[in-house]
C-alpha cells in the first residue's frame, strides 16, 4: 500500500485529465444530452438502470429507448399511457429486462413526478441529513419504488414472478453493491465537473457510495483500498471509505476516471503491455516493476 499522499496526488492526476472520449464512453453521455435537469434526472435513472453488461450493447439499447422518447423525456414520462408505452417499446429486450420492464421504470418514473415533483424530491423522503452515507437512504427509496401499485403496467399491484423489474431498485438491505443506483446518484449529486452533473441539492457529496462494477472491484483491489473479494454493499462502503481519507468532502470524484480505466483503456488487471502507459502504474502492483 502506497502513502495516501503519493495516492491522493496519482489519482487527482487521473481525475484531472479524464476526456470527453471516456463521457462519450459511458452511459451518463446520454444525460448530456438533454439542458433542462428536470430532463436529465429521467435520463439519468433510465441510463443508469440499464447500465449493465456489454458498453456497446448498453449504449445501442438506450439509443434506442431515447430516439423514442423524443426531445423532452421527462414530458415523454409525465404523458405516458402504459399502453402507449407498451407499443412504443414493443420487442426491447436489454438481457433479461424487457419492454414491461421499461414500461414499469417509466411508470414508477412518472409516479414519483406526479407525487413529488422530481425523482430528488421523491427520493429525499428517505433521506436522512446526518447519515454518514446513504446506506438508509437507498434501502428505503427501494423498497417505496419496489411497492407501488403497477397495475396500470402488469395488470397486478405486483410485478409477475417473470419480471426482473425489481432488478433495477436493489437494497443495501440485502448487501448488495447497488452500483447502478450509486452511479445514478453520482451522476446527480457531484458538483458539475463536465462529467457529473450537480444537479441535486439535497445530499451532500460526501455521503456518495462508491459504485462498485468489475473494474472498480479489481482495480481498487490491486491499490489496496479494500482486501474483500465479494463485490458487495461492505465492499462499496470500504472502498469509500479509504477514498474519503483522500477527499473527505467528494471521495467519489475518483470513480469515473478509476473505472475508465477499464472501460475505455481497456486495463484488464493481466496484460502487462497496457501498464506501460498506464497512470497508476507505479501504485498498483501489476505494473510496477
Given amino acids: 500500500m502506497r502513502s495516501s499522499l503519493e495516492l491522493k496526488t496519482v489519482l487527482d492526476s487521473l481525475y484531472a485529465v479524464r476526456s470527453q472520449e471516456h463521457l462519450a464512453n459511458d452511459p451518463l453521455s446520454f444525460c448530456h444530452r438533454y439542458a433542462d435537469p428536470r430532463d436529465q434526472e429521467i435520463a439519468g435513472l433510465i441510463a443508469s438502470s440499464f447500465a449493465y453488461?456489454?458498453?456497446?450493447?448498453?449504449?445501442?439499447?438506450?439509443a434506442w429507448?431515447?430516439?423514442?422518447?423524443?426531445?423532452?423525456?421527462?414530458?415523454?414520462?409525465?404523458?405516458?399511457?402504459?399502453e402507449q408505452g407498451s407499443r412504443l417499446f414493443a420487442g426491447f429486450k436489454h438481457r433479461f429486462n424487457d419492454a414491461r420492464d421499461l414500461c414499469a421504470l417509466l411508470f414508477a418514473c412518472r409516479t414519483m413526478l406526479e407525487q413529488a415533483g422530481s425523482v430528488e424530491g421523491w427520493l429525499l423522503q428517505f433521506h436522512v441529513q446526518g447519515e454518514e452515507d446513504l446506506t438508509g437512504t437507498l434501502s428505503g427509496f427501494s423498497e417505496a419504488v419496489k411497492?407501488?401499485?403497477?397495475?396500470?403496467?402488469?395488470?397486478?399491484?405486483?410485478?409477475?414472478?417473470?419480471?426482473?423489474?425489481?432488478?433495477?431498485?436493489?437494497?443495501?438491505?440485502s448487501g448488495s453493491a447497488c452500483k447502478r443506483l450509486c452511479m445514478y446518484l453520482r451522476w446527480m449529486?457531484?458538483?458539475?465537473?463536465?462529467?457529473?452533473?450537480?444537479?441535486?441539492?439535497?445530499?451532500?457529496?460526501?455521503?456518495?457510495?462508491?459504485?462498485?462494477d468489475a473494474h472498480i472491484q479489481r482495480i481498487c483491489r490491486l491499490l489496496g483500498f479494500t482486501a474483500r473479494k465479494q463485490a458487495d454493499w461492505r465492499m462499496a462502503r470500504e472502498i469509500t471509505a479509504a477514498l474519503r481519507e483522500l477527499?473527505?468532502?467528494?471521495p467519489v470524484k475518483y470513480d469515473f476516471s478509476i473505472c475508465h480505466l477499464g472501460i475505455s483503456e481497456g486495463c484488464d488487471g493481466k496484460d502487462h503491455l497496457k501498464c506501460v502507459a498506464c497512470p497508476i502504474a507505479g501504485l498498483c502492483p501489476v505494473g510496477s516493476p
Fill in 53 to 62: 453488461g456489454n458498453v456497446k450493447i448498453i449504449k445501442k439499447n438506450l
Fill in 65 to 82: 429507448i431515447f430516439d423514442r422518447m423524443g426531445d423532452s423525456p421527462r414530458r415523454f414520462v409525465e404523458r405516458l399511457e402504459p
Fill in 147 to 173: 411497492s407501488l401499485d403497477f397495475t396500470p403496467v402488469f395488470g397486478a399491484a405486483t410485478p409477475p414472478a417473470d419480471s426482473y423489474f425489481p432488478f433495477f431498485f436493489p437494497s443495501p438491505a
Fill in 189 to 212: 449529486v457531484r458538483p458539475a465537473d463536465g462529467i457529473d452533473l450537480g444537479i441535486w441539492k439535497g445530499i451532500r457529496p460526501d455521503q456518495l457510495v462508491i459504485p462498485v
Fill in 247 to 250: 477527499d473527505p468532502a467528494d
